[in-house]
């Protein structure tokens, strides 16, 4: 697998002033090996952005099976699509190491581009 740097980072290049914002808007989460972010189904309430660890986009098939599509690493965001569009999660989000993680809830986020 290729790896591109950076990118899901949609925060790393913004102006030190739009990052303190963000900063500012947001709280930090620490997450154990195996914890779920979230679970697919959930309802959209938070925006993350990984600063330490990994996290797996994953799902499985009708038979149980693990299918990852891919894995976040520090700087990546995520969750966001489900935040815009109001739809329930399309996959599971599982810390696959320790990790911390910035998390954006939904109003914050919204008010941040407004």
């Known amino acids: 697998m290729k790896v591109i ?3 899901h980072d949609f925060v790393g290049e913004l102006p030190d002033a739009i990052q ?3 900063e500012a ?6 997450y154990a090996k195996g914890e779920a972010v979230y679970r697919k189904d959930d309802q959209p309430a938070e925006v993350y952005r990984l600063l330490e660890g990994a996290v797996e986009l994953c799902n499985y098939s009708l038979h149980g099976a693990e299918i990852i599509a891919g894995e976040f690493r520090p700087g990546d965001c995520f969750g966001e699509m489900g935040v815009i569009d109001g739809l329930p999660r399309v996959g599971n989000a599982i810390a696959s190491r320790d ?7 939904k109003q914050q986020f919204e008010s941040l581009y407004d």
């Open 5 to 7: 740097p950076y990118l």
């Open 25 to 30: 808007a947001s709280s930090v989460r620490c």
């Open 99 to 105: 990790s911390r993680i910035r998390v954006i809830k």
């Open 20 to 22: 303190a914002d963000i």
